[in-house]
């Protein structure tokens, strides 16, 4: 599933050189304000190339009243490079794998840009081997034919945009010279699968789980709405930090596949709650920031199952300011 992937992505980049001749042609005819106020940055001093080490794992937990069992990827950590421009961050990621012989494969992308007063977080993620690890012993079990994968996309409109720095949060490409917050509102829309060979549930578990936790695929579609706040605000010697608390509810409309069952789960309500902070330091020619976000979703699967999906990322990028001008 994963090389499909990297296919795609080299067709839309072959895709994207192609367009990015025709834009050129178009200059002089003035490009459609849509596509230039979302991807084209004229202004060298609002641009940055990047360095960064990351945490990053997706896992998720099934669980009843007698166990739980966690759904761990077992290499988190990773280098890469990137830029980043007023309105959006682009950055590329290996995985560090050290001398595992049974690693998790991943692809993730993720991508966060705005658009006047539209925040939008967009995300393809496809994850295959995973560490099943639980409460009742300390006991690894890895699972090389456990596959998830998720798309989607999350939106905000922020009340206060022109008081709050997207560049100043993300990227440290300007100074937040005060303290600024935003209140929003959006939605989500999102698509998950997860798929395994056999029951996920390792055969010495079996016994704590009924038949119905016996899942060997499921899929959902999740739409909602969520809200909250974001805020940066200035510590002084060019040290800023900021903080971010978004919940949300949505429905969700699952299938769930057991080796001799097929059911769709009654309860369709869906939790979801994100938050991230995060420091920065700015100076003239460069800046370092560390962000660091948790995600969790947590739904019902009927029968007293429960599953839930975490995702935890920390990221220490250092930037290079190609206009080496320190922005007010």
Partial sequence: MIKHWYLFLLLLFSFSLSKAQSIKALDSLKTIPFIDTLLIDRDINNWSVRLFGSFKEQRFILRNDNAKLRYVPNNP????????????IADFMININGNQEEATKRFDLQTTFLIQNHLFDVFLQDYE??????DLNDDKIFRPDIE??????????????????FAAMHSGLYHQKKAAFSF????????????????????EFIPLFNEQAQIIQT???????????????????????MANAIPGIGITIKQVETED??????????????????????????YVVLTVRTDSFVSSLD?????????????????????????K
Wanted: charged share 15%.
């Fill in 129 to 134: 081997g995973f560490e099943i690890k639980n």
């Fill in 148 to 165: 998830t994968f998720s798309m989607g996309v999350n939106y905000m409109y922020l009340f206060n945009v022109n008081k709050l720095s």
């Fill in 184 to 203: 929003g509102v959006g939605g989500f829309l999102e698509y998950g699968r997860l798929k395994a060979a056999e029951s996920i549930i390792p055969e």
């Fill in 219 to 241: 899929t959902d579609i999740a739409f909602g709405i969520m809200g909250g706040i974001v805020s940066v605000f200035p510590l002084g010697s060019n040290f800023y930090a």
């Fill in 303 to 327: 029968f007293d199952n429960h599953i839930s999906i975490k995702q935890t990322a920390a990221k220490l990028a250092i930037g290079y300011k190609l206009g080496r001008k320190n922005k």
């Fill in 261 to 286: 069952l097929s059911y769709r789960p009654s309860n369709p309500l869906i939790m979801d709650l994100a938050i991230s902070g995060g420091i920065g330091y700015n100076a003239k020619s460069y």
């Fill in 77 to 88: 950590a990773g280098v890469g490079a990137g830029l980043a421009t007023r309105k959006l």
